[in-house]
Every structure is written in C-alpha cells, then in structure tokens.
C-alpha cells in the first residue's frame, strides 16, 4: 500500500479528514524548505504539496506567483526539490510528499527521469497541472508501476466525460478545485462545493480533496462535512510574507495546527 492509500484508510478509519499543506520549494529561502516541511508535519498535516518552481504558473493567483519568482531568483529547480525530498525522509518515513507543478520541467528531463528521481527522492506522486488527463494515459501506468500517483484536478466547469476519465486514470486522492479561477481567489461557496463532490463521487472512488479557496479553521470544518481532505497553499504563502523569516517555522506550524484543530473539531 502507498503512503498516501495507506494515509487515507488512516484517516477513515479514525473518521479524520485530512489536511493537504502546500508550501513552494526554495521559498522563501533554500534553507527554510525542509524545516517548513517538518513544522507542517508537526502542525497536523496528513500530506505534503511541494511545489516546483516555474516561471508561469497559469493556474496560481498572485500569491503563489510570488513565492515561484521568489524561488527562481534562489535558482532552485526539479534537482533541488528532489533533494529536500531526499533530506526529509532522512527522519520522515511516513509523511506522502506530492510534488506540484508544470509539464515544462518534467518534459525538459523526460518523464521516465521524473518518475526514477522521484521514486529515489523519496516522493510519492505528483500533481501536473497542465498535463490532461486525456493525453497522459502511458505517464500515469507508468507512475502506477513505479509506486507512485498521479492526481488530476478537477474543476466546478469539469464534464461527466473529464470526471469519468480521472477516475479511469488518476490514483492516490482526486484534487477538487472549488473556485473558478486561481488560487487563492474568492470565497467558496460550501452548498455548491458539497453539491460537486457529491456529483464527483458518482465516478471517482478515490478519495476527494478540496482547495482553492480555503483559507480559516471554518471554512476548512465546513468543506470537511463533505471532502475526504482539505487542502491550503496561499494562506501558507501569506503566513511565510507576513512573518519575519526568524519566525516563520513557527508561525506555519502554529497556523497548520488552528486548522488542524477545527478539522478535528467536526468529529466532535
């Protein structure tokens, strides 16, 4: 079983719901990545997002923009998040690690490099935003037998035939984006979000989270009722721009564990 099936039949089995936390690798500095990871851990998250730098992430909002040129400028690349991968599972076994990110950079190294760096990384799978479902069929049974997963995301305008297609190919968890547009734009609507999820469910088997748009304990215990897990990037990013780098460790782990807090808050 993989890390993340195994993390969520945890999860299920505790009637927990997840939390995915994203953080940008190199941001804000090279050497805060790896201490940023652990303190999220710490702070209750269930799975890791580490993004991998690009220079024109289409589908984040200005927020993450800014931590990818901040990390560009540190000329930090795939090698480099493969290498905190690496650091991490030195004394985090247990922890998925999803790496996030563009085609360019894999296309640029080969797809079959990505996956063997990958798998000897240490990580778990991968989110690729601009890789379709429809056109990466060989790249996901490829990723499949090498133990990792490949994760699809899914959006408010996503079709029946799109939905189907993700459940045929996609393994680990489903990514829901519950806002139409970039990250951290706008306010979830949680009736519409449960009525999507529900919808999704007919096709997907996998577990389902959602992000895009949460950013409080309260609305991550809202979409709780309905999601599998919730996921929060922009709200890290703000939390890492607002805080002198000193106490940034702190500050993500103290805001991972409010939210982790109000998850847990659902069950009771």
Not at 52 to 57: L, R
Not at 62 to 86: H, M, S, T, W
Not at 109 to 132: E, T
């Amino acid at each position: 079983m993989s890390r993340i099936d195994a993390t969520f039949s945890a999860l299920k089995a505790h009637n927990k719901t997840g939390l995915v936390t994203f953080i940008t690798a190199g941001d804000p500095g090279p050497e805060m990545t790896v201490p940023l990871m652990h303190a999220m851990v710490a702070g209750g998250a269930d799975v890791l997002e580490l993004g991998v730098p690009f220079s024109d992430p289409m589908a984040e909002g200005p927020v993450i923009q800014r931590a990818c040129e901040r990390a560009l400028k540190f000329g930090i690349g795939l090698p480099d998040v493969f290498n905190y991968v690496r650091e991490f599972r030195k004394t985090n076994q247990d922890t998925p690690v999803v790496l996030m990110g563009y085609a360019n950079p894999i296309e640029r190294i080969g797809p079959d490099a990505f996956i063997a760096a990958s798998k000897d990384a240490g990580a778990d799978g991968a989110i690729v935003v601009d890789y379709p479902p429809e056109e990466c069929e060989e790249f996901a049974a490829s990723m499949r037998a090498n133990g990792l997963d490949l994760i699809f995301l899914l959006a408010p305008t996503s079709t029946p035939a799109r939905i189907a297609q993700v459940a045929r190919v996609g393994s680990g968890f489903s990514y829901y984006v519950s806002l139409k547009g970039v990250t951290g734009a706008g306010t979830i609507d949680t009736d519409d979000v449960a009525r999507r999820v529900a919808a999704i469910r007919e096709h997907v088997k996998l577990p389902i989270g959602v992000g895009f748009g949460i950013r409080d304990g309260a609305t991550a215990k809202a979409v709780a009722q309905v999601a599998d897990a919730v996921v929060i990037g922009s709200r890290i990013i703000q939390e890492l721009e607002n805080t002198p780098k000193e106490g940034a460790v702190a500050a993500v782990q103290a805001f991972v564990a409010g939210i982790r807090s109000a998850l847990d808050a659902k069950e009771r």
